[in-house]
Structures are given as C-alpha cells and as structure tokens.
C-alpha cells in the first residue's frame, strides 16, 4: 500500500509547498473571512466595547478574504 503521509518534504528552491501547508493557509484565509463577517455584524455597543469605528468596520470588512498578513503566503 503507497503512504499516503502530508507532511511536509525537504523541498528545493521552486518547489511546490505540501498540500498540508497549502491547506493550513486556506484554513487562515477563511478563518480571517469569517471573522471580518463577524465583526460586520456586531452593534454600535460592542464595536465601541472592543474600540473600533464604524470607519474601521467598513474597512475591514470589504477587505478581500485572500488579503491576510504576508507571512501567512507562500
């Protein structure tokens, strides 16, 4: 029977990413949607609570779901 392991291999320069890692990054970018959905949701009172605008609301959350900090890309 083949192995079927995701980990990650000792890869050279250009080299495609394991799937594994490929996927934990998914898993970011739609985790990072779902909380800018969240957050869009929320009332004048908790926005004020957690300190963050309307301005700042609208702004995150019409941010593209793949635009995530660059250290989360491969």
Excluded: C, N, Y
Excluded at 5 to 25: C, D, F, K, M, N
Aim: aromatic share 6%; hydrophobic share 40%; no cysteine.
């Amino acid at each position: 029977m083949a192995d079927l392991t995701l980990s990650r291999p000792s890869i050279g320069h250009g080299a495609q990413p394991a799937p594994e890692v490929r996927l934990t990054v998914l898993k970011r970018i739609f985790g990072t949607w779902r909380q800018r959905q969240h957050l869009g949701r929320l009332d004048t009172r908790m926005r004020r609570d957690i300190g963050v605008t309307e301005a700042q609301v609208r702004a995150e959350v019409s941010r593209p779901m793949w635009d995530v900090p660059a250290s989360w890309r491969l």
